[in-house]
């Protein structure tokens, strides 16, 4: 096993007997120099990594009352169309071909690629959309399933956000911040929550790839930027070998695999005691949790014990490794076993051209699975206290990229307004917040900011997103930045 001791440093006057006149004078200026940083960080950076028996994170105890436990956040990479999705408007299908009016064409910002258009035909959705459940909300007719599970929903239809080209606006709904080195929001949870399982990372990460046109994901949006680097996303890949370099070489059995980490420890626990590194007790929990994860990963990962009547919920694809449906299944498993916060890309979205193709094979690609996650967690009592997102990172225009033409036209980037679904968590069930105008272009009631969106997670977590700081670089920093504001009326 291995060891837990959480007192990694030796007596100071054994550390200074341990000390040579020559290492004295050589580590001197730095040791002040490190005094000085210690003290202008406000000894918060050894206080975020140091690993001490159960993780309760550097909060300890929530701000307040949380109505979640757990978040799952669906993100459709490459960004839905909310004309095509959720946001009914009639206007669209009896002005479709004509122009789009002045009157909102100078109102938002436009992406390079449609610049050099002379024409901005409006569309209509490529299905039509219907009143669905007792709450009467709009949904595609392309999302049966979604829509069977409405009334679970509280659906926000007036978020926008400044961003108008995707790896920006992804790192920013992710981060807070549009350019990498940030914290994302689940190493953001972690950090101030902890974990409630000692045996599994607290952020997960999967992602699926659809059919359509999608975009570049990668590490940097789930990093954990000047934070701790445990606090980062751990990433759960399809197949046999869920997370990379956990496994035992052919050759080493798991008691040799635990004696080496020992060592390791032992080495790196000393190295900290000479330089004061505290990234250095980052790696030994990394260590530790990698060593914990050899068994934890395969069981929680292994759907063999899953009946087929919950397969069943998340549709055929499910039995497919990798899928939108399968990491939907985990993410529910995950959840059973408290991690904290999993992320799940569907990275398929992006139809600048070939729109009426690809944008119905993407919503059948995430409505099943959504659905079934939905009626699973809460035949199991579970969405109550686990808050589900589904979004992405903006929205699609009301008018064609490219000619109108047969099916070659697309949407194209639309910071200006977009939908977002919560489920469970605390929140309203069957309720609609937000209005945007007759042609889905700008927000017109209740706007909702992604730094927003940012604090209602965070608030529903029982975390004030103005309290839970880290200092870096001589000033305090926290995901909303110097933004945001809780939206209650989502709350039930």
Not at 77 to 96: N, W, Y
Not at 150 to 170: C, G, L, R, W
Not at 269 to 276: M, V
Request: include cysteine; charge should be negative; hydrophobic fraction near 35%.
């Amino acid at each position: 096993m291995v060891k837990r001791d959480a007192n990694h440093s030796r007596p100071h006057s054994e550390r200074t007997a341990a000390l040579s006149r020559r290492c004295f004078l050589g580590h001197a200026g730095a040791g002040l120099g490190s005094i000085a940083l210690y003290d202008l960080l406000d000894g918060s950076l050894a206080q975020a990594a140091e690993p001490a028996g159960a993780d309760l994170g550097v909060l300890q105890t929530p701000h307040h009352r949380a109505r979640a436990k757990r978040v799952i956040f669906l993100f459709m990479a490459g960004a839905p169309s909310q004309i095509e999705c959720f946001d009914h408007k009639p206007d669209l299908v009896r002005l479709h071909g004509t122009e789009a009016p002045d009157s909102i064409m100078g109102t938002q910002r436009l992406s390079t690629m449609v610049k050099g258009q002379t024409t901005f035909p409006l569309v209509a959705p490529i299905a039509p959309l219907s009143q669905r459940g007792a709450s009467g909300a709009w949904i595609s007719d392309l999302l049966p399933h979604m829509g069977s599970v409405i009334d679970e929903f509280t659906i926000i239809k007036s978020m926008y956000t400044e961003q108008v080209n995707h790896d920006p606006a992804i790192k920013f709904i992710q981060s807070g911040f549009q350019l990498a080195g940030r914290p994302s929001m689940g190493s953001w949870v972690h950090y101030g929550l902890g974990s409630d399982n000692a045996d599994l990372p607290s952020f997960i990460v999967m992602s699926s790839r659809g059919v359509g046109p999608g975009q570049n994901i990668n590490s940097e949006i789930w990093s954990s930027g000047f934070l701790p680097s445990h606090h980062g996303g751990v990433l759960f890949r399809p197949g046999d070998d869920p997370v990379l370099y956990v496994g035992n070489p052919d050759g080493i059995s798991s008691e040799a695999r635990g004696r080496a980490i020992d060592a390791i420890v032992d080495l790196a626990r000393a190295q900290h005691e000479q330089t004061g590194n505290t990234e250095i007790l980052s790696k030994i929990t990394q260590y530790e949790m990698a060593y914990r994860m050899q068994s934890s990963v395969p069981e929680a990962t292994d759907v063999g014990d899953e009946p087929d009547h919950v397969l069943e919920l998340y549709g055929e694809s499910v039995h497919t490794p990798g899928s939108f449906a399968r990491n939907c299944l985990l993410a529910r498993r995950l959840a059973e076993r408290e991690v904290k916060f999993v992320q799940l890309y569907h990275n398929a979205w992006d139809h600048h051209s070939g729109h009426p193709v690809f944008h119905p094979v993407s919503m059948r690609e995430v409505d099943q699975a959504t659905a079934g996650l939905i009626q699973d967690l809460k035949q199991r009592g579970l969405l109550e206290d686990t808050l589900v997102v589904w979004g992405a990172e903006f929205g699609r225009t009301c008018f064609a990229q490219g000619e109108l033409v047969g099916e070659n036209w697309g949407r194209d980037h639309h910071p200006g307004c977009f939908t977002y679904l919560m489920a469970g968590g605390g929140v309203k069930r069957g309720y609609s917040h937000g209005e945007t105008d007759d042609l889905s272009y700008n927000v017109v009631k209740d706007p909702v900011h992604v730094h927003d969106l940012q604090a209602t997670m965070m608030h529903a977590l029982g975390i004030d997103h103005e309290r839970l700081t880290f200092r870096y670089q001589g000033r305090d920093f926290r995901v909303t930045d110097v933004h945001g504001r809780v939206v209650h009326e989502l709350f039930a």
